[in-house]
Each structure stands twice: as C-alpha cells, then as structure tokens.
C-alpha cells in the first residue's frame, strides 16, 4: 500500500526556469508533509514542510503547497539551479496515533536541471 | 555540533554473515529510525524506537534485529535471515517535527 506517491520518475529542466516536483497521497490522517533532496549515496536533506493546516509554505527558492481536497502537493523552486540536480523525495507523518513521527517516503523524483 | 555518526561508510561481508551496522547521534533525540533504500524506491522504514529499551518493527523488519540500550546508539544487525540485503542503509534521529538523518551505509553482501 503506497500512501505516499511520487509518479514521475524524472524531470528534467533548463536552468533558470521553474520546476514543479508533485506528490500525491492516500492517508487524509497525515498532519505534516516534508521534501528532501538526496544526492547519491549520501543522507537526505531537508529543504521544506508545510503541515496539513496550511496551503503554502514558502523558503527562499522554494515553495511548498498543498492541496488536501485533492490529496496532492507540489514543491516549486524558482529559479532552478544546476546544483538543484538531485534526487527529490516527498515525505509524510502523523504526529498522532500509534504510528506517530514515522515517516512515509515516496519513490522519489531525480530532478536534472540543465545549464 | 550535533549530528548523527553511521558507520562505516561501506560495508562488505559475506552471504550468510550477520553484521551490525551503527547509529550514534549526540542531538539528545528520543526517537531513532531505520530506513533502507533500494535502486528506484523511496525510504523504506526498517525499526524504530521512540524511547530508550523500546522499539517497534516498521514495514520490512524481516530479518532485521535493533537494540536501544542507550539513548544515543541505535545498532541494526542485518542477519542471514535477511534475503536481499545489500542496500543503503539510513539511520534518523526526530525530536518534535525535526528529523535529521545520518550519511549512510552502503552494504553489499558478496
């Protein structure tokens, strides 16, 4: 049971102009929702969450929103960058419940942004 | 400054050995994850331990075994039971909203 989805594999983008990372998920009990970029054999980093209250979260280059009608959130950063190349997850917890602070992952979305 | 210490970077051991892998993290967190991550999927949770002398089996715990004696250390033994155990190994730290997340281990078991 995949509660948290990422359906594009891949994106790539010309430096300069926007990306648009989506995730889609199952749970409605989900309360928090993160992205984090991951390089090869490295540990993921944050970038960005929003909680389930809110529709948008903003930090620098990047924007968080969510639309909890349609179980569906996006991560934009404007401009991308080529050191913007990595490996993108989304990521989704609970912070109540027996299944508290466990974190969902999706599959993950390579981003190459391109000079 | 606070982190989380996995070691060692690269692992090689044999089919059929058991080998642990380590955890250390100083940010005095009460709550330890393992994930594991496979070519072309997400983070997948192995273990978890939300306080010290408790831990609970995440989605793939077969074949796994963790301990928490401490607050700080968090050990995953991969046994021989484990099928397919060569992956990057991930260890993470939460206190409140707040993961942080260890370097890596890569396993391969030749």
């Known amino acids: 049971d995949q509660q948290v989805k990422q359906n594009s594999p891949s994106l790539s983008v010309q430096e300069g102009r926007i990306s648009i990372l989506n995730c889609d998920y199952t749970n409605s009990m989900f309360d928090y929702f993160l992205w984090y970029k991951k390089y ?6 944050f970038l960005i969450s929003i909680s389930s209250i809110k529709d948008k979260n903003e930090d620098g280059r990047f924007t968080v ?17 080529p050191g913007d190349s990595a490996v993108y997850f989304c990521a989704a917890f609970r912070i109540r419940g ?18 | ?11 090689f051991r044999k089919e059929g050995q058991n080998v642990t892998l380590s955890c250390e993290q100083n940010l005095n967190h ?4 393992w994930y ?6 997400g983070l997948r949770l192995i273990y978890y331990s939300q306080i010290v002398n408790d831990f609970q089996k995440g989605d793939i715990a077969e074949g796994y075994s963790v301990s928490r004696e401490k607050k700080e250390s968090f050990p995953l033994t991969v046994t021989s039971a484990q099928k397919n155990p060569t992956a990057f ?7 409140s909203y707040g ?11 030749v």
């Open chain 1, 40 to 45: 090869p054999a490295e540990g993921p980093t």
């Open chain 1, 65 to 81: 929103f969510l639309n909890k009608s349609a179980k569906h959130l996006s991560l934009h950063i404007v401009p991308s960058q």
């Open chain 1, 98 to 115: 027996t299944s508290y602070g466990k974190l969902t992952f999706g599959q993950g979305t390579i981003l190459t942004v391109h000079p």
């Open chain 2, 1 to 11: 400054d606070g982190g989380i210490t996995q070691s060692p970077k690269y692992l």
């Open chain 2, 30 to 33: 009460d709550a330890m994850y």
């Open chain 2, 36 to 41: 594991r991550q496979d070519p072309g999927q």
């Open chain 2, 89 to 95: 190994y991930l260890c993470a730290s939460r206190q």
């Open chain 2, 99 to 109: 993961y942080t997340f260890g370097s890596g281990t890569r396993l391969t078991v």
